[in-house]
């Protein structure tokens, strides 16, 4: 693997040096925990264990990993994890040789998993587990850290647990106490007198002295076999480690499937904490380097470093928080300082193997106890305060809680189960409809006429426009139908706005077909617009709806593109259906024509002398394109169309003229071949008013005259208005 050219070798030799001496003791301290429970001659084994994990993953996930000044080791979840494990193996009689090897087994399926889980791109999805599951999670796992650890810490034997230890005082074995103390006393001091020694360091290193200033008084704490109080010898079974690590996989053809089936939860359990350790490793480290890490990548080189960590023995682990800062702060720039901290490591094995067998266990014990005592969320605390929060600090209580009295791996399962009960909270708390409006209330970009106008004034409250946010699932369905149900029985459009639509399930398909099926009882429709064809999710809601079969042809239901398409269509049959029901109405009289209204009887007798009146069949042609003529026509009942002619079998329609408007002006007001055909839509009776007879009234009746003709000037001006509308709508497309 590639590995950046340095900018800084000085930074990160002494940031992989720093890490190292931050990395080290704790993972010593955990794997003693997890192998201590095995027996005593285990501890030893756990401690190299912890070197081993160290070793692995500094080199392997370091080379691997996507994210410069990146530090993994064993850490506190994966101690936590695996201890418990261990105990019940120890309480079900499992022998300890197997279960050192599901131990290593745990660890290679474990990187099998973050592996995989990198390959497929999970690793954005595990970020995005909610804060209170993780607070909790890692609250209950410095917990359980706390309680594993004060029966060492106090010198107690084997069978003695936490609660029955802590009653009875003349159990505890005083040195260790003392040892235990002074470790906890430093490293929680340290920080504040200097930053150049990690405190772990310090502690430890005060830990071990105290155990031997303890020593001069007692000399039987100078023996190390038999001495419960320290690591003990590494060795002991003449064999070289690659015998070991290759007998003990072995051993493997000794399991049977169902011990191998046990491990397959617990595993994933581990990968998912180990992965989400990490990448909020990696989050904190993009924010004060301003960088952005690979979280795929980052965890390929994780699963990486376990699995070679696994094989050779080691812990499994993470990105650890604490040597990551350590070693960005002392000036590392690159992941070459992963890989140095690694090496460190195993140096450290080789050249210190002899002084680890005489590491106090109650000072590694103090160590965890800080690191558990710190892990825990005291912060959270805060949630108690508002009422809006106090569901969220249930939900870390509960995971705490099931965490202590059941098991680590059934606090995953909760956690998870309220990560879907956070979820649907925060969808149900926002409103679903982001607004509402009537047809009265918004229209359609396309220009209308003024009488156009009014009909939609009159008649848009027959459809509600809702614009909808978020996610349409099981649990918002409830709340949108509720919103909308006074609707649909006075409404004839429901328009349902999708742009701001997330994802819509099946909970909600089936919802908006109960809402069509109700509409369409009464000739209503649903109509979508701006359904989105990629959102977040990766979902095409298009798609979706044409898969489901919502959008069937046989449906009352219709979909567009814009909510303007979706308006000007709902508008064109509101104003049809207007002219429809106007065309079934009496004729109108000539006073009753908006051009004449509040005219002189006497004049308007006079007017309609001049006319004729004139009745055509629905289909019949009133004129046709290229005729003579010089009438006006005024329309006092049914519609007229008016047809543009571009071949003998097409043409193109203009516009529709309805009850109480007029056509054939131009020929009017110029005399010339008609322009366009003029066809009965309906069933129509007109008034017809030649030129010549016009110019004999308007010698007489000279202020009719003129009111009319500036009334058929005001139209064609509107009309002209509209034209250059479109004209202009016909560019810009």
């Known amino acids: 693997?590639?590995?950046?050219?340095?900018?800084?070798?000085?930074?990160?030799?002494?940031?992989?040096?720093?890490?190292?001496?931050?990395?080290?003791?704790?993972?010593?301290?955990?794997?003693?925990?997890?192998?201590?429970?095995?027996?005593?001659?285990?501890?030893?084994?756990?401690?190299?264990?912890?070197?081993?994990?160290?070793?692995?993953?500094?080199?392997?996930?370091?080379?691997?990993?996507?994210?410069?000044?990146?530090?993994?080791?064993?850490?506190?979840?994966?101690?936590?994890?695996?201890?418990?494990?261990?105990?019940?193996?120890?309480?079900?009689?499992?022998?300890?040789?197997?279960?050192?090897?599901?131990?290593?087994?745990?660890?290679?399926?474990?990187?099998?998993?973050?592996?995989?889980?990198?390959?497929?791109?999970?690793?954005?999805?595990?970020?995005?587990?909610?804060?209170?599951?993780?607070?909790?999670?890692?609250?209950?796992?410095?917990?359980?850290?706390?309680?594993?650890?004060?029966?060492?810490?106090?010198?107690?034997?084997?069978?003695?647990?936490?609660?029955?230890?802590?009653?009875?005082?003349?159990?505890?074995?005083?040195?260790?106490?003392?040892?235990?103390?002074?470790?906890?006393?430093?490293?929680?001091?340290?920080?504040?007198?200097?930053?150049?020694?990690?405190?772990?360091?310090?502690?430890?290193?005060?830990?071990?002295?105290?155990?031997?200033?303890?020593?001069?008084?007692?000399?039987?704490?100078?023996?190390?076999?038999?001495?419960?109080?320290?690591?003990?010898?590494?060795?002991?079974?003449?064999?070289?480690?690659?015998?070991?690590?290759?007998?003990?996989?072995?051993?493997?053809?000794?399991?049977?499937?169902?011990?191998?089936?046990?491990?397959?939860?617990?595993?994933?359990?581990?990968?998912?904490?180990?992965?989400?350790?990490?990448?909020?490793?990696?989050?904190?480290?993009?924010?004060?380097?301003?960088?952005?890490?690979?979280?795929?990548?980052?965890?390929?080189?994780?699963g990486l470093g376990n699995l070679a960590s696994a094989f050779i023995g080691g812990v499994p682990g993470a990105g650890q928080m604490g040597a990551t800062l350590v070693n960005m702060s002392s000036g590392a720039q690159t992941r070459l300082s992963g890989l140095i901290e690694g090496v460190l490591a195993l140096v450290a094995f080789l050249i210190l193997g002899t002084f680890i067998a005489w590491v106090p266990i109650p000072a590694l014990a103090g160590i965890l106890i800080v690191i558990g005592f710190r892990m825990f969320d005291r912060a959270s605390l805060h949630l108690l305060k508002s009422r809006a929060t106090i569901l969220d600090f249930f939900v870390i209580v509960t995971v705490v809680v099931v965490a202590l009295t059941v098991s680590?791996?059934?606090?995953?399962?909760?956690?998870?189960?309220?990560?879907?009960?956070?979820?649907?909270?925060?969808?149900?708390?926002?409103?679903?409809?982001?607004?509402?409006?009537?047809?009265?209330?918004?229209?359609?970009?396309?220009?209308?006429?003024?009488?156009?106008?009014?009909?939609?004034?009159?008649?848009?409250?027959?459809?509600?426009?809702?614009?909808?946010?978020?996610?349409?699932?099981?649990?918002?369905?409830?709340?949108?139908?509720?919103?909308?149900?006074?609707?649909?029985?006075?409404?004839?459009?429901?328009?349902?706005?999708?742009?701001?639509?997330?994802?819509?399930?099946?909970?909600?398909?089936?919802?908006?077909?109960?809402?069509?099926?109700?509409?369409?009882?009464?000739?209503?429709?649903?109509?979508?617009?701006?359904?989105?064809?990629?959102?977040p999710s990766g979902q095409d809601m298009r798609q979706y709806f044409d898969q489901v079969g919502l959008v069937k042809s046989e449906r009352h239901i219709q979909t567009f593109g814009e909510l303007d398409e979706a308006l000007e269509w709902v508008e064109e049959r509101l104003i049809e259906e207007e002219q429809l029901e106007r065309m079934l109405e009496k004729p109108l009289e000539l006073r009753e024509i908006d051009v004449f209204l509040g005219r002189k009887e006497t004049t308007l007798a006079a007017l309609e002398l001049c006319m004729d009146k004139r009745s055509y069949k629905a289909g019949e042609k009133i004129f046709a394109q290229g005729d003579a003529g010089d009438e006006m026509f005024l329309i006092r009942r049914g519609a007229v169309r008016i047809v543009l002619s571009l071949s003998e079998k097409q043409g193109h329609h203009l516009a529709t003229f309805g009850r109480g408007d007029f056509f054939g002006e131009m020929a009017f007001l110029d005399p010339a071949p008609r322009s366009a055909d003029a066809q009965a839509f309906t069933d129509t009776d007109l008034f017809v008013l030649s030129r010549k007879r016009f110019d004999t009234l308007a010698e007489e009746h000279k202020k009719l005259a003129m009111g009319l003709v500036l009334s058929v000037a005001r139209v064609l001006s509107i009309r002209l208005r509209y034209a250059n509308a479109e004209l202009r709508a016909l560019h810009m497309s």
């Open 1 to 302: 693997m590639k590995i950046e050219k340095p900018g800084n070798l000085a930074g990160d030799l002494w940031g992989g040096l720093a890490a190292m001496l931050v990395a080290l003791p704790s993972a010593i301290a955990f794997g003693v925990t997890i192998f201590s429970p095995l027996g005593g001659t285990y501890a030893a084994q756990g401690a190299i264990a912890g070197i081993l994990g160290v070793t692995a993953l500094g080199l392997v996930a370091g080379a691997f990993g996507g994210t410069n000044r990146l530090i993994s080791a064993p850490c506190a979840p994966a101690a936590a994890v695996l201890s418990a494990l261990a105990i019940q193996w120890s309480q079900n009689g499992i022998s300890a040789e197997s279960a050192v090897l599901l131990l290593s087994l745990m660890g290679l399926i474990c990187g099998l998993l973050q592996v995989a889980f990198g390959a497929v791109g999970l690793g954005r999805l595990i970020k995005y587990v909610p804060y209170p599951v993780v607070s909790g999670y890692l609250s209950g796992v410095g917990l359980i850290i706390i309680i594993s650890q004060v029966p060492k810490f106090l010198g107690l034997p084997k069978q003695a647990g936490f609660w029955e230890g802590l009653a009875s005082p003349s159990l505890w074995q005083w040195q260790g106490v003392a040892v235990g103390a002074v470790t906890v006393a430093v490293m929680v001091t340290a920080p504040m007198l200097t930053k150049a020694v990690p405190a772990a360091i310090l502690g430890l290193a005060s830990g071990v002295i105290a155990y031997f200033g303890l020593a001069l008084a007692d000399p039987a704490l100078l023996t190390l076999p038999g001495n419960a109080l320290v690591v003990g010898p590494l060795g002991g079974s003449g064999v070289s480690f690659g015998e070991t690590i290759a007998g003990r996989w072995k051993a493997i053809g000794d399991l049977d499937y169902a011990e191998l089936g046990q491990l397959l939860v617990p595993a994933a359990t581990l990968a998912v904490l180990l992965s989400i350790d990490t990448l909020k490793t990696c989050v904190v480290l993009d924010a004060l380097t301003r960088s952005r890490h690979n979280s795929n990548r980052e965890l390929v080189g994780q």
């Open 408 to 535: 680590l791996i059934a606090a995953s399962g909760a956690g998870i189960a309220l990560a879907v009960v956070l979820f649907i909270r925060e969808q149900i708390r926002g409103s679903i409809v982001r607004s509402k409006a009537y047809g009265n209330q918004m229209f359609s970009k396309r220009v209308r006429l003024p009488d156009e106008m009014a009909i939609l004034e009159k008649r848009g409250d027959h459809t509600a426009i809702f614009e909808l946010q978020g996610s349409l699932f099981f649990g918002t369905t409830d709340q949108l139908y509720t919103t909308v149900e006074p609707e649909l029985k006075t409404r004839t459009y429901i328009i349902l706005d999708m742009r701001r639509v997330q994802s819509v399930d099946l909970t909600a398909v089936h919802m908006l077909e109960q809402i069509e099926g109700m509409l369409a009882e009464r000739g209503a429709f649903l109509i979508f617009s701006h359904l989105p064809e990629n959102v």
